[in-house]
């Protein structure tokens, strides 16, 4: 696993990209939506054995406030690269496309940490290309005050990541956006992952 392995896998996107009938999804060349859903009904009876987990790129509007949309989409390219190679290298493993910045990865629960860990690796070592030297130094894209004491802080870009590893007797469609709301909640804070349970569920 390695940049080499997902620039190889950019490079081949962007040349059956010149046909979008081919991918469901043409800015990452992941399954989308539909795809996850009939993943999800497959996977989702033998939970515990199979692990999901929702993974979004945090940070990304700050990134783009302050630097402009013109790598916008690499971002989202590589992110998706990292994640389908590194998933490529574990047997029945899934990854697929749910908005511009959050996917899903579906594998079985004994590789989730692995594809996770591998996965953050390589996208933080190749986002930081995108940033100046003085934002990698503080760790911050943008910092302000807000009232006479509080100096609020927003963070380099970074996966977040939920995952679901127990059955939590819900359906997809609502154990999917209880874990994009956790994926909202985190980013106000530090936490990179989170593994939901029913006291999280609204």
């Keep these: 696993m390695s940049i080499s392995e997902a620039k190889k896998y950019i490079q081949e996107l962007h040349v059956k990209q010149d046909n979008p009938y081919l991918w469901p999804d043409y800015l ?11 993943k999800l009904d497959e996977v989702l009876p ?10 979004r790129i945090s940070n990304v509007e700050s990134y783009l406030m302050k630097y402009g949309h013109n790598r916008h989409a690499e971002i ?3 992110a998706a690269a990292v994640l389908k190679t590194t998933a490529d290298k574990f047997k029945k493993s899934f990854v697929g496309v749910m908005s511009s910045h959050d996917f899903i990865v ?8 692995s594809i996770i860990k591998e996965a953050e690796r390589l996208f933080n070592k190749k986002t ?3 940033y100046k030297k003085e ?3 503080n760790k ?3 910092s302000f005050s807000k009232g006479k004491s ?3 802080r927003i963070g380099l870009m970074r996966f977040m990541t939920v995952i679901v590893d127990r059955e939590l007797n819900m359906n997809k469609g609502v154990l999917v956006k209880n874990m994009a709301k956790i994926c909202d909640d985190m980013e106000r804070g530090d936490k990179n992952i989170v593994v939901l349970d029913k006291s999280m569920i609204e």
């Excluded at 990452?28 to 009939?38: C, E, F, V, W």
């Excluded at 033998?46 to 993974?55: N, T």
């Excluded at 579906?106 to 940490?113: E, H, N, P, T, V």
């Design 76 to 78: 989202i390219q590589w």
């Design 135 to 137: 934002d990698l130094s």
């Design 150 to 152: 509080a100096k609020i």
């Design 128 to 130: 930081v290309a995108y």
């Design 46 to 55: 033998e939970i515990g054995k199979y692990s999901v987990a929702y993974i």
């Design 140 to 142: 911050t894209t943008r």
């Design 28 to 38: 990452t060349g992941l399954p989308d939506k539909a795809a996850i859903i009939s």
């Design 106 to 113: 579906i594998s079985m629960l004994k590789d989730m940490a």
